[in-house]
């Protein structure tokens, strides 16, 4: 049980990781293009 | 003839036709009656604003008519449980709005198109690191009760809808105790919404509790907020929407109408602001803590092991806090004393309430502070990430 709750909040803190940099470079793109 | 029927009709026979509830075992008319009183106590808390009065005054309403109509054959004669057997639409009046809206989630979408027609995203697109790092760490609570509830007795997938409590997020708590646990899922929702009206009691003794007076004092300008267009975030939220539709299916539909309620505020397309925020909002929450209300009766609340999902839910809620406090100071200290910690404990996700309270907080030490906009931003990516973990769970569990 306590690997399982390690693994999933593993991917939860990768997931938000990777959500905040698609929102990151969105933004960058989004200035660029303006 | 008269004489006939009298007869054959003793008083206590009378009673019991009149009132189905008197042919009850008495320790369930004595529960029922407590329930009943629980509801009208719930009422008049809504009605002195100490509970959220939008949720508790038709729940409140809605549990002393239920408990205390019986009639004999039918039971509690507003709704029935179960919503596979459609010939109940014929037969309970609020039967037809529960069918269609909370056999699929659909009252938790519309809430959330309404929370979105309300939210700003700005702080979430200038600061998402930031933003995610809090939000990740206010899931402790989320994360942590899985395995306690799991000790207490319960299964996986009623763990998990469980646990979900510490997301403090109402429409993901119904939403996903409804695909895992639907056996659970009145009084899971229901103790997600009681602790959720009940943020305002105790969030804010606890952000005093966990964070450094010297750190709730730290001022925040608002000149530092970077200006984003309205078109910026509605080229953001198509793409986000589209990203976490195809990471994350399970939870789309929330996501969905989250994002579509940004995109509608966004466009300024007043009608549909209007139509989302003052009717379908509000309807669904009003029909929401109503239908709730009514099908919180005793033979419910019993088989739902009530007393340990209470203590989970709160626990949850607290761990969850006390994490975001935690993910509060990190990054006041990564941010060499900028940022505020209070914007750790806004990402326990109760949007905007948990926001609204460190605001509040953040007053009281230093009244010049305004970070409610800054708030926001963790607040909105715990909506994200406690969808995602709903994603996790139901994937995993179902």
Not at chain 2, 198 to 219: A, R, S, V
Request: aromatic share 10%; proline share 5%.
């Amino acid at each position: 049980m306590f690997v399982l709750i390690l693994i999933i909040y593993v991917v939860l803190i990768v997931v938000s990781v990777v959500v905040a940099t698609i929102i990151d470079i969105v933004r960058r793109v989004l200035r660029w293009l303006k | 003839m008269m004489v006939e029927l009298y007869a054959q009709l003793n008083i206590c026979d009378l009673l019991i036709k009149i009132f189905g509830i008197a042919s009850l075992p008495p320790n369930e008319i004595i529960a029922r009656l407590t329930l009943a009183l629980i509801g009208a106590l719930l009422l008049y808390l809504g009605y002195k604003k100490v509970l959220e009065p939008l949720i508790m005054i038709p729940m409140g309403i809605g549990m002393v008519s239920a408990n205390l109509a019986f009639i004999i054959g039918v039971g509690n004669p507003h709704v029935n449980m179960d919503f596979t057997n459609l010939s109940n639409n014929f037969i309970y009046w609020l039967q037809p709005f529960y069918t269609f809206m909370f056999s699929n989630g659909l009252i938790a979408c519309l809430v959330f198109l309404g929370i979105g027609v309300m939210t700003d995203i700005t702080f979430l697109m200038a600061r998402p690191y930031i933003s995610f790092i809090l939000a990740s760490f206010a899931e402790l609570g989320t994360i942590l009760t899985l395995p306690i509830a799991v000790a207490l007795g319960f299964n996986l997938r009623q763990a998990a809808a469980i646990a979900l409590i510490g997301g403090a997020d109402g429409p993901i708590v119904l939403y996903s105790s409804l695909k895992l646990a639907p056996e659970l899922f009145i009084p899971i929702t229901l103790v997600g919404y009681l602790y959720l009206s009940m943020l305002y009691l105790f969030q804010e003794k606890l952000d005093e509790l966990t964070i450094p007076k010297k750190m709730l004092m730290t001022y925040m300008d608002i000149k530092e907020l970077p200006k984003i267009s309205p078109k910026e975030k509605l080229a953001f939220s198509v793409i986000i929407t589209a990203i976490l539709s195809l990471l994350f299916p399970q939870a789309s539909p929330l996501i969905l109408s989250f994002f579509a309620g940004v995109i509608i505020k966004e466009v300024s397309i007043s009608r549909y602001v209007k139509l989302m925020d003052d009717v379908i909002l509000s309807l669904s929450t009003f029909l929401l803590a109503f239908i709730l209300g009514t099908l919180t009766t005793i033979e419910v609340i019993l088989k739902g092991e009530v007393l340990k999902i209470l203590v989970l839910g709160i626990l949850a809620l607290i761990l969850s806090s006390i994490g975001g406090s935690i993910g509060g100071i990190v990054v006041y200290y990564l941010s060499k004393g900028r940022i505020n910690p209070l914007l750790g404990p806004a990402a326990v996700s109760c949007v905007p309430t948990t926001a609204k309270i460190s605001q509040k907080v953040a007053s009281k030490y230093n009244p010049r502070n305004y970070i409610l906009a800054f708030a926001m931003g963790p607040n909105i990516a715990g909506v994200i990430t406690t969808a995602i973990i709903a994603s996790i769970y139901i994937a995993l569990f179902t």
